[in-house]
């Protein structure tokens, strides 16, 4: 279309002054009153158009997010209860090893003697120490039982400093006495400083292990001398036939408190129902959410909520998906899955206004297009009709006669517009142009805003509905990920309790979800141990999928070889392995080190590593500089050497990736071998696990809130000193315990 003369040639204004030029007055008045008409439909179409299609976004909107929060919360939800169900069963397994030993020691009373523990000492308050508690009547002197269970001294001291679910270990006779372990002597004292009684058959964990005649767990309850709200997992122990003792662990539940209490970051909330149908944990602080104390707490299965109830009995038993159910008068999307081993829930939930955003937002997007689309409409029309009048008001005369003429050609393509867009349905919102709005004036012009609109707003929807389920696939995959390597790597300590001639722990800290750090261990027979660890070029995914080729590469090779096996053997054959499907040129340095832990003897061989740190007997940890092989992975037919170093009682090995010594602060200075081996002389005659962590604190005092840009590993294995009255037998018997 052409301006001329303040004319629009080709469009409805020349269409208007054809029609004033050719036809009378009359039908000219007659065509104005029915394009005004028409418009003013036009507009009521276009309005109702509009709701109809707000309303289906809306219906769209929400079912795709409910349908991603189903996914989500259903996953998050079972995940979550996997998280807490593994904290009891960590629980019981510790709890078993105890029945387990204390069994032993009563149908093999004969082949032990019977050892003493003291009463809990104020100056060990903060420390891990046995400690002995008896009833107010009861004298230990007198318990026949108390001597031979002693022997659990050590096991149980052992497994409080080594579990991470456990606060206290215990065991008691059935004449009134216990032997416990925990860091809080001073809790065991009144006021004036005597020192408290225990009634130890009175405990709930004591006669509810008893009454079952098997593993129990205790409701929460207060502790006996800290008041601090846990749970105690308990179980009887027999011996032909009749009880002796009974053995539990102790779990303050810290940790899902403060997870209870940070899941209403994002908006939703995360409670816990024990299986009585009370909730005992719950960041909500009133309502029919919130958690109170057990005499005031209230079934929720029996409560006035009927859909409540109902929700709260199915999720005790099996995850439930994702329901609506109306709490305190507003509306909540709901899922839960159970804890099987203390037969609790967790309860996700997420109030559904919140889910309701984004549908919102993009209803508000549509109004500002449909609201601009109608603004430029209205403008034109405008015009249109001032136009029209301008030319009625000169040639009225024959505008009555070419009026008539010509509506036609103007009208139907409106009607036409008006029917299609009442033919517009949720299975096909886009309105679609035709030719027969191809006018080549302000029709035509309002036809393709219309198509551009309908257009965005189904590409939209889709683009939401992809992005949100991409997401989520995204997320639920990298957290796959990163739980499958850290299964991976050897993760359980000590790693061979019934070993005293040594000590060895490991550590990895990834740069990202998951890492191309990795280490290894195992013994290849009763008196050579191997020691690998390796840095894999690259992060994220690559790296982690590199890693665990690497990994089960040297594994095997090394488990081949055997006891004799030459370390730059092992390393030459897994480098052939891997340079014959090295496509993307990746390499990973490696020490690979094994150890005769009947000489101190080691044969070692280094692939590109970092040099390691040795502490002989009464020394100081140095650097070892031995020498350096091409990286794994460089280039085939590579052969690695190996050379020979001696590890005398009381020596300690550390080895570590570049992520220890290259861990940058915000002055972007390096951490650097020098502190690692400061770190390490700090406590030179320290556990390896000790030392790991003293080296872990000193780096991330150094780093501070810079970010990590590295995996940081670390293994660390110590020569100790033989027990003097350690014989065969007794070895026999501690490896029968684990």
């Keep these: 279309m052409i301006k001329k003369f303040g004319i629009t040639i080709g469009g409805l204004q020349q269409k208007i002054v054809n029609l004033v030029l050719i036809f009378a007055l009359l039908i000219i008045g007659l065509f104005v009153a029915v394009s005004i008409y028409m418009a003013k439909e036009l507009t009521k179409i276009v309005e109702k158009s509009g709701d109809e299609q707000k309303a289906s976004i ?34 019981q397994g510790n709890v078993l090893t105890l029945q387990e030993y204390a069994e032993y020691l009563f149908t093999h009373r004969d082949e032990y003697t019977d050892k003493t523990v003291s009463a809990p000492l104020p100056e060990n308050d903060g420390i891990p120490s046995v400690q002995l508690q008896h009833e107010a009547a009861v004298d230990p002197a007198d318990d ?34 216990i032997i416990f372990v925990d860091d809080r002597a001073g809790a065991n004292f009144n006021d004036d400083g005597t020192l408290q009684t225990f009634e130890v058959r009175e405990r709930p964990w004591y006669t509810g292990a008893i009454e079952k005649g098997g593993l129990y767990y205790t409701g929460i309850e207060l502790d006996a001398f800290t008041n ?5 997992c308990s179980a009887p122990v027999y011996a032909d036939g009749e009880l002796v003792a009974v053995v539990g662990a102790d779990v303050f539940l810290y940790n899902i408190s403060e997870y209870v209490n940070d899941s209403t970051k994002y908006g939703g909330f995360v409670c816990i129902v024990n299986q009585n149908g009370e909730i005992i944990f719950s960041p909500k602080k009133d309502g029919t959410f919130k958690a109170v104390t057990s005499d005031q707490a209230a079934d929720l299965r029996k409560g006035e909520n009927a859909e409540l109830g109902a929700f709260v009995t199915k999720a005790l038993t099996e995850s439930t998906g994702l329901e609506t159910v109306t709490v305190d008068g507003v509306e909540y999307y709901l899922c839960g899955a159970p804890m099987k081993t203390v037969g609790w829930t967790v309860i996700s939930g997420v109030a559904k206004e919140l ?18 689309a109608l603004g430029e409409y209205n403008k034109a029309s405008s015009h249109s009709q001032n136009v029209i009048l301008l030319w009625t008001a000169i040639l ?35 309105f679609k142009m035709e030719d027969a709005y191809r006018t ?77 750090d990795f280490y290894d261990f195992m013994l290849l027979d009763d008196d050579h141990l191997a020691v690998v660890i390796a840095d894999v070029s690259g992060k994220g995914v690559p790296a982690a999928l590199f890693m665990m080729m690497a990994m089960i590469l040297i594994d095997n090779t090394t488990r081949m070889e055997g006891p004799e096996a030459s370390p730059g053997e092992v390393l030459t054959r897994v480098n052939n392995t891997i ?33 390691p740190i040795i502490k002989k007997a009464d020394g100081k940890f140095e650097l070892l500089k031995d020498k350096h092989g091409m990286v794994v992975g460089a280039m085939e037919g590579l052969r690695y050497k190996d050379y020979e170093f001696k590890l005398e009682e009381g020596g300690t090995l550390f080895l570590y990736t570049d992520g220890v010594a290259e861990a940058t602060n915000a002055e972007n200075k390096l951490f650097g071998t020098e502190r690692t081996i400061e770190a390490l002389n700090e406590i030179p005659e320290e556990s390896p696990e000790k030392l790991l962590k003293k080296v872990k604190e000193n ?32 070895k026999d018997v501690k490896s029968d315990k684990q």
């Design 440 to 516: 080549k004036d302000e029709i035509e012009l309002l036809a393709e805003a219309f198509a551009e609109l309908s257009a965005k707003t189904v590409q939209y929807i889709g683009q939401i509905t992809t992005i949100t389920a991409e997401k989520e696939r995204i997320g639920a995959e990298l957290e796959l990920a990163t739980r499958i390597q850290a299964n991976m790597l050897p993760n359980l300590f000590p790693a061979f309790p019934q070993r005293s001639d040594f000590d060895i722990y490991a550590s990895m800290t990834p740069a990202k979800e998951v890492g191309g």
């Design 396 to 430: 009225l005369t024959l505008a009555f006669i070419g009026a008539l003429t010509v509506a036609g050609r103007i009208v139907k393509p409106i009607e036409t517009m008006t029917r299609r867009i009442d033919e517009l349905s949720e299975g096909d919102l886009q």
């Design 228 to 232: 601090i709200p846990g749970l105690v």
């Design 355 to 372: 889910s309701d955003q984004p549908t919102n937002a993009m209803l508000a997007a549509y109004d500002d297009i449909n609201n601009e």
């Design 579 to 611: 340079c014959a499907n090295n496509e993307e040129e990746m390499f990973v340095t490696v020490w690979l080190g094994i150890l005769d832990l009947k000489t101190g003897k080691v044969k070692a061989t280094n692939a590109g590593h970092e040099y």
């Design 58 to 91: 809306t219906k769209v909107s929400q079912e795709t997010m409910q349908g991603t929060l189903n996914v989500s919360m259903t996953q998050s939800a079972e995940m979550q209860a996997s998280i807490a169900d593994n904290l009891f069963t960590a629980a």
């Design 699 to 730: 780096v991330d005092i150094f780093v501070g809130e810079a970010p990590q840009f590295d995996d940081l590993t670390m293994i660390s294995v110590k020569i100790n000193k033989q027990h003097e009255n350690e014989d065969k037998n007794d």
């Design 144 to 177: 026949p039982d108390l001597g031979l269970l002693a022997n659990m001294n050590e096991l149980l001291l052992s497994m409080y400093n080594n579990s991470g679910v456990v606060n206290s270990t215990l065991a008691a006779t059935t004449h009134g006495d």
